[in-house]
């Protein structure tokens, strides 16, 4: 079984006359269907086009179509624009009760025995069934399906987000460390504020005042009485010990009277 789901080949102006066409023929019949051509579009669910020559479906009940294109590459006409040809093909089976019961195919007409298709095909976008008694039947009724996201698809959204995370955790961490050891390096410590240009760490200078272990003024040479009111001697001191008289250091001086 085969339908149109979009096309587009040239035909001569409005006439039914085609440029580039499709041409399908049965197996068991030696009459091949007729030229097909001219415009379908995706969003277009007729059964019968305006834009469209031929017919849009053809159903073979052995399953075996044969297909020829044919193109015309040298047209007087010729517009520039792209061909297209979008065709749907579907094997269908036999409809009997134990398959229809399971659920895993379901008919597209009940007045064709052989027009059981599987269930996944219902409602998918494209029509599959194309046959005179209900064509498209397989897209009636149906409301519009959440969008799913595919198992691979959650896969790479899910390591694309991990790695985007672990490269941002790197790069903050990296940013803190640089900020560490600028801070370090712009406080310097004690000795750093008071060395030298040169980078040479200042020398320490003890300017503390410490007092002498032993006096240096000359011994206290005066009489100290003992015991017994007696009196020890003066310790013989050396003449150059002595300092220089009165009289020495002034001998003309006269006596002052009072």
Request: hydrophobic residues 30%; aromatic residues 6%; contains cysteine.
């Amino acid at each position: 079984m085969m339908t149109i789901r979009s096309l587009h080949l040239r035909r001569y102006g409005q006439q039914p006359a085609c440029i580039d066409y499709l041409k399908f023929k049965v197996k068991w019949s030696s009459v091949s269907s007729l030229h097909i051509c001219g415009d379908v579009e995706s969003s277009d669910k007729s059964e019968f086009p305006k834009g469209l020559v031929g017919p849009r479906y053809i159903y073979d009940p052995h399953a075996e179509l044969g297909m020829t294109i044919i193109t015309d590459d040298a047209s007087p006409n010729d517009s520039q624009e792209p061909l297209i040809v979008e065709l749907v093909f579907t094997a269908t089976k036999a409809c009997t009760s134990s398959s229809l019961n399971s659920g895993k195919v379901k008919q597209c007409t009940t007045k064709t025995q052989n027009s059981c298709i599987p269930t996944d095909l219902f409602c998918d976008g494209y029509i599959n069934c194309g046959m005179d008694h209900e064509f498209g039947g397989d897209e009636k009724g149906c409301t519009e399906k959440p969008q799913t996201v595919s198992y691979a698809m959650s896969i790479f959204i899910f390591a694309t987000t991990a790695l985007a995370t672990l490269v941002t955790v790197l790069l903050i961490c990296c940013c803190c460390r640089r900020c560490k050891t600028k801070t370090s390096r712009a406080v310097p410590t004690d000795e750093e504020q008071t060395a030298e240009p040169n980078g040479t760490p200042p020398q320490r200078f003890d300017l503390s005042v410490r007092r002498p272990s032993s006096p240096t003024a000359p011994p206290d040479v005066t009489e100290t009485p003992t015991e017994w009111g007696s009196s020890t001697p003066k310790p013989e001191v050396e003449d150059e010990d002595l300092p220089p008289s009165y009289k020495d250091l002034f001998p003309n001086s006269g006596t002052i009277n009072r």
